[in-house]
């Protein structure tokens, strides 16, 4: 399989008045023809600033990024020809303008005949089920409708290779399943279709990507599919608490001899916090149950687990990543 995409201990970093951030520290990744590659990382991981280096937008500090065999900084008018990208939660074209006039002007813009672009902007209106707001200005449309046209835009010029920047970003979860579907069907039926996508949603990650890399303070600190990075962690045992408390301190786990991370999730609408705890073997639960009732938290449920990317990145990192109240996210 040849390479879409190949990165070479890629650096970038960043410097402020008083503070420097390597946004990204010596990444070095390999992509293949066909392939849906997904980022997954926390905020601030360097996500977006490695899909901003690959798509010429910013200049590396260090290292080496090749798209579809083009160097992005010696050659970055070759690689603005073969790629899109697509920002979640970003505005797509000109609010007083109607979707379709909308893609009419980027198919313009891409240098689309006019029998070509009517064509295509037909397809994709119809593909992505946005017919019925054909005439609708852009700025009148929701977040779902919005990222539709701004996917549809992207798809628009038949790229090479797809960029997409936390695509389904504060979409519902109806919303997220399609376009995620239609990515995937996208990436399969193209000769050429590469998709490079970023998450911090997990779910979304094991659900589209051939491969996924996890992202952490600029490292990459594993990359494999799905199902080999969870395997990975079959001699782990994962135990799910629900507790009565959404303020308890449970810093003590970590502490703990045998346990290798945790996570938490607060919900304020029931006001329960959910632990996800990995440990090393079986009989550490019970002393951490122990502890809990010690600090007279009520229990709800424990559940064993199957491993998911998130027990993946916990392993890694010792916490989860989606800590904090608990999403409306797919
Ligand atoms: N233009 C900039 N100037 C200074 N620092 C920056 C700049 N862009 C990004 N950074 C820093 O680089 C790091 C990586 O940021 P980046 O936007 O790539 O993260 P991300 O993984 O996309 O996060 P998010 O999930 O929040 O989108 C962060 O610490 C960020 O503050
Ligand atoms: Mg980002």
């Given at each position: ?239 799910k608490v629900e507790t009565a408390s959404i303020q308890a301190d449970f810093g003590f786990i970590d502490k703990m001899v045998g346990v290798i991370g945790y996570s938490q999730t607060r919900n304020i609408q029931t006001g329960t916090t959910t632990l996800k705890i990995m440990v090393s073997d079986d009989e550490i639960f019970s002393k951490i149950m122990s502890e809990l009732e010690k600090a007279k938290l009520k229990i709800l449920a424990v559940n064993k687990t199957e491993p998911t990317l998130e027990d993946v990145y916990i392993s890694l990192v010792g916490r989860g990543f989606e800590e ?7």
């Open positions: 399989m040849s390479q879409s995409i190949e990165t070479r201990d890629l650096t970038r970093i960043f410097k402020g008045k008083s503070e420097t951030v390597k946004a990204l520290n010596k990444v070095s990744l390999s992509i293949g023809e066909k392939e849906v590659f997904g980022l997954l990382g926390p905020n601030g991981a360097g996500k977006t600033t490695f899909i901003k280096i690959l798509t010429t937008l910013l200049l590396p500090t260090s290292g080496e990024a090749h798209v579809d065999g083009f160097n992005v900084v010696k050659e970055a008018d070759k690689v603005r020809k073969i790629i899109s990208l697509v920002s979640g939660g970003e505005t797509p074209g000109y609010g007083i303008l109607s979707v379709r006039e909308n893609l009419w002007f980027f198919s313009q813009l891409y240098g689309l005949s006019s029998a070509v672009a009517k064509e295509k902007i037909k397809g994709l209106m119809a593909d992505l089920d946005f017919e019925e707001y054909a005439n609708t200005r852009m700025a009148k449309l929701s977040t779902g409708y919005r990222q539709r046209l701004n996917l549809a835009r992207g798809l628009l010029s038949d790229p090479k290779i797809l960029f997409l920047d936390e695509p389904t970003l504060g979409l519902d979860v109806l919303t997220a399943k399609k376009l995620r579907s239609y990515i995937v069907d996208w990436a399969k039926k193209e000769a050429k279709g590469t998709v490079l996508l970023t998450t911090h949603y997990m779910a979304e990650a094991d659900e589209m990507c051939d491969r996924v890399a996890i992202i952490d303070q600029g490292r990459i600190l594993a990359c494999g599919s799905p199902n080999t990075l969870k395997e990975n962690l079959k001699e782990n045992q994962i135990m904090g109240e608990a999403g409306t996210h797919a």
